[in-house]
């Protein structure tokens, strides 16, 4: 069972930046993969980033360059820097852990924490 709490969001304005937390229970927690997921009002959720277990990383194309996700199982927590932040990545976003990783892809497991809202002003 993995248990995660996510945060950090917040209200900021464009050009901005945040660090959302994850951190995560379980002891197995630095052979999980890892990722960020986020959902805007009315849209699906859909992969922002992920994190392998060995640190390969993916990321939406559209937010390369400007987000980063990295881990610290030291601490069962994973990251995502947002910089240069605009109002379309006002969204909640959501932790997930222990998905597959496989092909420079990450696809979710049924581990969720429960969000934490990001809003970007104009």
């Known amino acids: 069972q993995v248990q995660l709490v996510e945060s950090g969001g917040g209200l900021v304005q464009t050009g901005g930046s945040l660090r959302l937390s994850c951190a995560a229970s379980?002891?197995?927690?630095?052979?999980?993969?890892m990722a960020w997921y986020r959902q805007a009002p009315g849209k699906q959720r859909i992969l922002v980033a992920a994190i392998s277990s060995g640190g390969s990383t993916y990321y939406l194309d559209a937010l390369k360059g400007r987000f980063t996700i990295s881990r610290d199982n030291a601490k069962n927590t994973v990251y995502l820097q947002m910089n240069s932040l605009k109002p379309e990545d006002t969204a909640v976003y959501y932790c997930?852990?222990?998905?597959?990783?496989?092909?420079?892809?990450?696809?979710?497991?049924?581990?969720w924490g429960q969000g934490t809202q990001v809003t970007v002003s104009s």
């Open positions: 997930n852990a222990d998905g597959y990783y496989s092909g420079g892809y990450y696809y979710s497991s049924g581990y």
């Open positions: 379980g002891s197995t927690f630095s052979i999980k993969p």
